[in-house]
């Protein structure tokens, strides 16, 4: 049996609450999370980090560095706090240990380019992504004649546009020079201008849970609705690059996401206007 340890702003949020079981289903034992810590007591009513490990059956550990020892494997959470990234994982990523970085994998450019940096210096294969890059119905679309991408989904800003970015890239690439955002704060819109000038859109609109994209292809236009269960093919490519060391997403492409990220929560500051990636 491999032992994954977590790492966590806090411990109790939904991906931590539904990654141990998920594992433990999909490898019947073979993996399962073992050790945690969280960086902070949650406040808001939520479980104390020693009644979320004591409900899970995972030992609470007092350092990361205990975790990093016990552990075959290691996952950086705080999905909400990406600004926690850099100091949460540091040392998981100077272990060699293979480490996932959960999504949104930083607050911006620099910080991506210096999470990355950490982990080549020291020989350590991590990688991070939205878990709707691994959708299968996503996965199965064609995306080298794709002109032109309109894309719907719901959500707070700050931890869902990855959640569209990244189809978008997926299927269209990361070239994208530019970005404009084109609605309000009632129904939040993006322009993204792509370097060979191709386009694509998405917003946010309220009490929408669907992951939804027309996709304009060279002679058609295709609408995709990525409703199938993307969590557990996310699951099994990450368990997948923890058994192989692959890593499913380079890194320039993640950084290059995260560019893009950053740009578009600048924009808001300047509706109908460039801002460059």
Known sequence: MK???FIDYFLNEWHAD???????????GEMQVKYAYGHIQPGDGLMTNEQWAEKNGVELCATID???EKSDYIVVLSPDNPEMHVELSKKALE??????VD????QD???????FAIAEAHNTPCFSSSALRFSQKLQATKGDDVTCIVSTAGGPIKNYIIHQIEPICVLMGTDVDKVMFTGNME?????????????????????EITFSLKINHAETTEQLNI???????????????????????SHQDTVNIMAIREACLKSIDIPCEWVAV
Not at 95 to 100: D, E, I
Request: hydrophobic residues 40%.
């Open 227 to 249: 409703d199938d269960d993307f969590f557990q093919d996310f699951i099994a490519a990450m368990l997948h690059f923890f058994r192989t060391g692959d890593i499913p997403v």
């Open 95 to 100: 272990s060699g240990k293979p480490v996932y």
């Open 109 to 115: 450019k620099a910080d991506a380019e210096t999470i």
């Open 187 to 207: 129904c939040p819109t993006w322009l993204l201008h792509f370097a060979d000038g191709r386009t694509a859109d998405f917003r946010l609109m309220k009490g």
């Open 3 to 5: 032992s994954i340890g």
């Open 18 to 28: 539904n990654y141990p079981a998920w594992i433990n289903a999909q490898t019947n």
């Open 66 to 68: 205990e975790v990093i």
């Open 103 to 106: 999504k949104t994998f930083s």
